[in-house]
């Protein structure tokens, strides 16, 4: 059985729009005004380097409860002792990732469409992400936009948690919640953000209030 963990407010990080606050700074507001779950995602790092910040971001979260993601990368995930991993469509299958993770550790997967659910082995992941719901810069090999529609598809084939993501602002999120998703993931509404501490509060009040 996998750790506990919340779907409502996921934050994605991105090293560019971190850079200038920093990871840990970024991450710490993020949490102080709602995020109830982080994915470290940085495809340019190399493993030391990615295992470093995944431990220091491990040291902020873990006192709150708050469960530390590893995007795609279950070596690191393992090294850094996070909480879990999430999977893209072209990465390690579920099988051999959670053969790998044990059955503790948190298992995500990105499913686009019904047809890759189909193709999907989701019967040992614990959510899905599903999107992008709207076209984002922040993820260059992301699919085309599915819409709220798309979430609404997703949601009608499974009983897995599944947040939705993929440029996914305030005004958005209320309408993804709506749609069947049990959270939002976002990058930039908060990395970017003048304030993410406010910007979280914002995007979880509009989770909630649309629940």
């Known amino acids: 059985m996998s750790r506990p ?7 994605v ?5 971190v850079a200038a606050r920093g990871l840990v700074a970024t991450v710490e507001a993020a949490v102080k005004g709602g995020a109830t779950i982080v994915q470290l995602r940085d495809p340019d790092a190399h493993g030391r380097a ?9 040291a ?3 006192p709150l409860r708050i469960p530390l993601i590893i995007n795609d990368r279950v070596d690191v995930a393992v090294a850094a002792d996070a909480d879990g991993v999430h999977l893209g469509q072209d990465d390690m299958t579920p099988a051999d990732a959670r053969a790998l993770l044990g059955p503790e ?20 992941v614990d959510y899905l992400g599903v999107g992008p719901v709207k076209a984002t810069g922040t ?21 897995l948690p599944i947040v939705g993501i993929g440029g996914i602002d305030g005004a958005l999120a209320a309408e993804v919640i709506r749609a069947g998703a049990d959270g939002v993931a ?3 509404a908060i990395c970017a953000a003048p304030d993410p501490e406010h910007a979280a509060r914002a995007l979880l009040s509009a989770v909630t209030a649309a629940r």
């Open 50 to 58: 990615l295992v470093e910040q995944a431990r220091a971001l491990k």
């Open 105 to 124: 550790r948190i298992l995500g997967l990105s499913v686009g469409t019904p047809a890759e659910f189909a193709a999907s082995d989701v019967g040992v």
């Open 60 to 62: 902020l979260l873990a």
């Open 186 to 188: 976002v990058v930039s």
């Open 13 to 17: 990080t991105d090293p560019r729009l």
């Open 139 to 159: 993820k260059k090999d992301a699919g085309a936009a599915i819409g709220t529609s798309g979430v609404t598809a997703v949601r009608a084939l499974t009983r």
């Open 5 to 11: 963990f919340d779907l409502t407010l996921y934050l």
